[in-house]
C-alpha cells in the first residue's frame, strides 16, 4: 500500500479481554515502531523492530504487552488482560531503515484507538 | 534520562506569527524533528534540523536550535487556520533507533 496501514482503526474492548492490533508497514520498510498516545501525555515509545527483532523493548509498560513482527513485514501489539489505563490511540511507524535523520524519516499510520470499559 | 518537553497550547490570529518552543534533554542528538498531527490523523514530519545547525528556513517554517541550552523552536510565519493541529518537537536518543517525542502544543489559529 502507499503508507502505514493500521487495524483496526477502533478497538472497544471489556476490562480482562486480551486485543491484538495489527501494523502493515510500507513495503520494503525495514524499521517499525510502536507508540502510545494518551491524552496530555504525548507518545510514549513502546518498542522498535529491525527486520523481525526488537533490539529495544524498553518501553513496554508491563508484561501484559508484547509484540512481534513476522516476515520482516506485518506487526502485531498484543495486550493481555486489558485495564482501563490501557486506552489511548496505538501509533505505528515504518521507516527504510533504523531511523537516524532525514534520509529515513518515520512515517505514521494513522493509529487504533483503543477504549477499555 | 530521555525528556522533551513543550508547552501545551498556544493560541494565535490568522495571519500572526506563531512560535513553539520545545527543551530536550539529549546533548548527543544528531537530528532533531517537528512533527505535525491534523485530528484523526497520525504524525507527518514538518522540518528537522541537524544538530551542528542554528537555523534552518523552509517555506514559511523557521527552526531555531540552541545546543547550549538544548532549546529548539518552529516558527510559523503568515499563520492560517489550515496550519491549526498539534505539534510535537522530537529527537533522536542515545544515537539512533528511539524518537523520543514531546506532549506536543495544540495549535488554534482564529480567523
Known amino acids: 500500500g502507499a503508507g502505514v496501514s493500521q487495524s483496526p482503526s477502533n478497538k472497544v474492548t471489556e476490562k480482562g479481554k486480551d486485543v491484538e492490533l495489527r501494523c502493515d508497514p510500507i513495503s520494503g520498510h525495514t524499521a517499525l515502531y510502536w507508540y502510545r498516545q494518551s491524552l496530555g501525555q504525548g507518545l510514549e515509545f513502546l518498542i522498535y523492530?529491525?527486520?523481525?527483532?526488537?533490539?529495544?523493548k524498553s518501553g513496554l509498560p508491563s508484561d501484559r504487552f508484547s509484540a512481534e513482527r513476522t516476515g520482516g513485514s506485518v506487526s502485531t501489539l498484543t495486550i493481555q488482560r486489558t485495564q482501563q489505563e490501557d486506552s489511548a490511540v496505538y501509533l505505528c511507524?515504518?521507516?527504510?531503515?533504523?531511523?537516524?535523520?532525514?534520509?529515513?524519516?518515520?512515517?505514521f499510520g494513522n493509529g487504533t484507538r483503543l477504549t477499555v470499559t | 534520562g530521555e525528556d522533551v518537553e513543550q508547552s501545551l497550547f498556544l493560541s494565535v490570529r490568522e495571519g500572526d506569527s506563531s512560535v513553539i518552543n520545545c527543551t530536550y534533554t539529549d546533548s548527543s542528538s544528531t537530528y532533531l524533528y517537528w512533527y505535525k498531527q491534523e485530528p484523526g490523523a497520525g504524525l507527518q514530519l514538518l522540518t528537522y534540523?541537524?544538530?551542528?545547525?542554528d537555523m534552518k528556513q523552509d517555506q514559511r517554517l523557521t527552526v531555531l536550535l540552541n545546543k547550549k541550552d538544548k532549546h529548539l523552536s518552529l516558527r510559523i510565519a503568515d499563520t492560517q487556520t489550515g496550519d491549526s493541529a498539534i505539534y510535537f518537537c522530537?529527537?533522536?536518543?542515545?544515537?539512533?533507533?528511539?524518537?523520543?517525542f514531546g506532549q506536543g502544543t495544540e495549535l488554534s489559529v482564529k480567523p
Open positions: 534540523i541537524f544538530s551542528n545547525m
Open positions: 522530537a529527537e533522536i536518543y542515545n544515537q539512533g533507533g528511539k524518537l523520543i
Open positions: 511507524a515504518s521507516s527504510l531503515a533504523i531511523f537516524q535523520g532525514s534520509n529515513s524519516p518515520l512515517h
Open positions: 523492530f529491525q527486520g523481525n527483532s526488537a533490539p529495544d
